[in-house]
């Protein structure tokens, strides 16, 4: 049972244009959620996160848009830049729980053609 | 400063032989998770501890997994009997409380031949 899920396995954009990655998730107990950037070799990194009282959450050149109705959050990035290529992973936590566990969707991998 | 180290980098395994995969956190994090990520998915939550005790090993795959963390920092994630279906990266992360950042290191990749 996948709770959160990236559909698009790839993503591929030119240098100064919009990037837009999408994740849905079907666990309404969910209220937190974030976004990690993965290069080769690497771990995750922490990119993003938004909040269940939110709806937008704005970092530099990233913005984190939830829509708690359609259960569904989008990351853009504007501009895209050739370093953003990457896999990037949606995440989620969920309220109830008192691990912090994160649950993550299958990685979506952006190319930033120069 | 450090952040979380994990070795091996990469471990070669034959089938049915044990494995210990260590895990050092960032300095005075209290929170130590373990993930596992297969090729084309993303990580899956295997265990949380906060300070000495496993306090949720609910992503644990069956009994042939175990991890402790004996002083609060350093943590072994074992397995014993290993499989070809164990093969993945494994992922640390720490944070310095529970729902704070999680920081990941860079994984151990296992291959079970």
């Known amino acids: 049972d996948q709770q959160v899920k990236q559909n698009s396995p790839s993503l591929s954009v030119q240098e100064g244009r919009i990037s837009i990655l999408n994740c849905d998730y079907t666990?309404?107990?969910?209220?937190?959620f974030l976004w990690y950037k993965k290069y080769p070799a690497e771990g995750p990194t922490f990119l993003i996160s938004?909040?269940?009282?939110?709806d937008k959450n704005e970092d530099g050149r990233f913005t984190v848009f939830l829509n708690k109705s359609a259960k569904h959050l989008s990351l853009h990035i504007v501009p895209s830049q050739p370093g953003d290529s990457a896999v990037y992973f949606c995440?989620?936590?969920?309220?109830?729980?008192?691990?912090?566990?994160?649950?993550f969707g299958q990685g979506t991998t952006l190319q930033v053609k120069p | 400063g450090a952040g979380v180290s994990q070795t091996p980098s990469n471990k070669v395994t034959e089938k049915g032989k044990y494995v210990e995969l260590r895990c050092d956190p960032i300095?005075?994090?209290?929170?130590l998770y373990w993930y596992r990520q297969s090729l084309g998915q993303g990580p899956e939550f295997l265990i949380y501890?906060?300070?000495?005790?496993?306090?949720?090993d609910s992503g644990l795959p069956n009994d042939r997994f175990f991890a402790v963390r004996p002083e609060g920092s350093v943590s072994t994630l074992k397995i014993q009997r290993t499989e070809r279906g164990d093969s993945a990266v494994y992922l640390c992360?720490?944070?310095?409380?529970?729902?704070?950042?999680?920081?990941f290191g860079p994984g151990t990749r296992l291959t079970v031949l």
């Open positions: 666990n309404s107990m969910f209220d937190y």
């Open positions: 300095s005075g994090h209290t929170a």
């Open positions: 995440a989620a936590r969920s309220g109830s729980s008192n691990t912090g566990k994160l649950i």
């Open positions: 501890f906060q300070g000495t005790g496993a306090a949720d």
């Open positions: 992360a720490s944070s310095l409380f529970l729902n704070n950042e999680q920081f």
């Open positions: 938004i909040s269940s009282i939110k």
